[in-house]
């Protein structure tokens, strides 16, 4: 057999073996989103109103038959609930992997950086004190200084990294120098605060959905649409950045450029979910990492799984809130770190295992 005739040969190996990875990323994305299909659904039927699933269905797809209650059941109140759920998990979910591919550490997640606490500290001002950073938002003043505060720490990050150097280990120690700053202040509010004011406070920082409404999840998903195609389109410049900076800059990738754009990114999609559900840990962590043991590192595969994995995670929560104690509503925070906790610790050992073979 000939040289060229094997190089042939090869050639057609590697480009079945590129189509047959290809397919199975596809297949893994359907097949998830079809199981947070089905995860809406049960997550809508959840709760004391005695609805089934089918009639669920009916009633999402043709608004129409529903009754009055069957309305303002489904489409008022649980709906927009269960569609916040996935938008804000997607959110978190790809969040965090553009996180850990910028700072190349398998532990960062969105609130690496501070801003959880950040946005933590701008609603404890607006509960607190009663300031609004914006005057004239009405209601939303609460998420709007949680997102505002989110935004100027992401902001100061940017400056500082700009002048010292965009490093991931620079980038870490800022955000946790702010991380300490706020939950500091955060924590000067906290002890002057009156017994309503501590537990409205509290409730925040744990996270719910039950701020829900149809405008904020539409907030949510164009963010997404803003964001998530950009991250793609940069697919093979942070896949090639997850085999080190030296190596992406000889495949001719701005990494400073690279890693700010994505920073920037990452602080939007942060900064609005937290400042419409409050902290919730974990699912920004664990969702990219499961996707990554299912597809790799490959972005093409492993941002769309990731959020996936995210909304996954938190439709999967929600129903889980409401199923523990018939009648009781438990925030999503905790529950997402009771899950979360388990799971890092298995990763960790798994890792460790991994090493020492």
């Known amino acids: 057999m000939s040289d060229g005739t094997l190089l042939t040969s090869e050639a057609l190996s590697l480009v079945r073996a590129y189509k047959r990875r290809s397919m199975r990323r596809v297949t893994l994305v359907i097949l998830a989103f079809f199981c947070l299909a089905v995860l809406v659904v049960i997550d809508v039927t959840t709760g004391p109103a005695d609805l089934t699933i089918w009639r669920t269905i009916e009633v999402i797809f043709d608004r129409a038959s529903a009754t009055p209650k069957e309305d303002v059941i489904i489409w008022q109140l649980r709906l927009p609930v269960a569609i916040m759920a996935v938008a804000v998990g997607a959110m978190l979910g790809v969040a965090g992997a553009e996180m850990q591919t910028i700072l190349n550490n398998p532990l960062a997640d969105p609130f690496t950086l501070g801003l959880s606490s950040a946005a933590g500290f701008g609603a404890a001002l607006a509960i607190v004190l009663g300031w609004s950073v914006i005057p004239g938002v009405g209601g939303l003043f609460v998420s709007v200084n949680a997102f505002v505060f989110a935004m100027i720490t992401s902001c100061a990050l940017f400056l500082f990294t700009r002048l010292r150097g965009v490093t991931p280990e620079a980038m870490i120690l800022v955000g946790i120098a702010m991380l300490f700053t706020f939950n500091a202040l955060l924590a000067f509010l906290q002890y002057g605060a009156s017994e309503i004011q501590l537990a409205q406070l509290i409730f925040w920082q744990l996270g719910s959905l039950a701020r829900a ?35 992406a800059a000889a495949l001719g990738v701005n990494v400073s450029i690279l890693r700010i754009g994505v920073l920037a990114g990452v602080s939007l999609l942060s900064a609005v979910a937290v400042s419409f559900v409050g902290a919730i840990a974990f699912v920004g962590l664990v969702g990219p990492h499961i996707a990554r043991m299912i597809v790799g590192e490959d972005q093409r595969g492993f941002l769309p799984l990731s959020a996936l994995c995210g909304a996954l995670i938190l439709s999967g929560t929600s129903i889980a809130s409401k199923a523990i104690t018939p009648g009781i509503v438990y925030p999503i925070g905790m529950i997402t770190s009771l899950i979360g906790i388990p799971f890092f610790i298995l990763l960790i050992l798994g890792q460790r295992k991994r090493h020492w073979q």
């Open 213 to 247: 409404t149809w405008s904020k999840v539409g907030i949510c998903f164009l963010i997404l649409v803003l964001t998530l195609p950009w991250f793609m389109n940069r697919s093979w410049a942070l896949t090639a950045l997850r085999m080190g900076e030296d190596k």
